[in-house]
């Protein structure tokens, strides 16, 4: 669940860990606020390869090893990111239900951390999906009161799930104040004219 800039912001450290092979992104969620509706707590996300080898239970280990670290820039190639979700859905169309593990995300949860591990291309496609949400999150009918609006699911980058049936949807959510939040293609509330005004 995010708004705008945050589904955005996902969006972008999606098609980063995309990238390459050895990238491994870190966004602390903890602190997130808790959702009255879904049970559970807030956790942190990793997203990374499954090649590099990094196990979800080495999490702690690794989080006491993290220094402070240095900001840096990074930018993303949206038409690599889209080519490459491209190819991802392009292979989930034609065998969607023989898809290798290789072409799915694969999450596990350890440490108050959920890891999806998967590959260039379930990312990249992930990564369109988080851009399309942030895109049409804001046009749904509900978003202008505050509610939460249902936009896209990872769920089919998923494996098929064996017994408990695992979802991964995407929400949208517009920032507070919501008297300020208008819809695209709705036009803005006139102004009052002011006493100066002719």
């Avoid at 399309?132 to 494996?159: C, I, W, Y």
Wanted: some cysteine; proline content about 9%.
């Amino acid at each position: 669940m995010g708004e705008h800039d945050g589904l955005a912001r996902l969006a972008a450290l999606f098609s980063f860990a995309a990238f390459s092979r050895h990238t491994i992104v870190y966004v602390p969620l903890r602190r997130s606020i808790p959702r009255a509706y879904a049970p559970g707590v807030p956790v942190d996300l990793v997203l990374a390869h499954r090649s590099p080898g990094l196990r979800a239970s080495a999490r702690p280990e690794l989080r006491r090893r993290l220094g402070e670290g240095t900001p840096l820039t990074v930018r993303t190639n949206e038409e690599r990111t889209a080519a490459h979700a491209a190819a991802w859905e392009a292979r989930w169309e034609q065998r969607w239900d023989r898809l290798d593990a290789r072409d799915r995300i694969r999450p596990a949860v350890h440490a108050g951390t959920l890891f999806l591990l998967g590959a260039r291309d379930t990312f990249a496609s992930a990564a369109t999906q988080l851009e399309a949400a942030a895109g049409f999150g804001p046009r749904g009918k509900r978003a202008a009161e505050g509610q939460d609006v249902l936009v896209a699911s990872l769920t089919p980058h998923l494996p098929p799930s064996r017994g408990r049936h695992v979802e991964l949807d995407i929400g949208f959510q517009a920032y507070p104040p919501y008297t300020h939040f208008r819809r695209p293609g709705r036009p803005a509330s006139r102004r009052c004219p002011t006493a100066a005004s002719p």
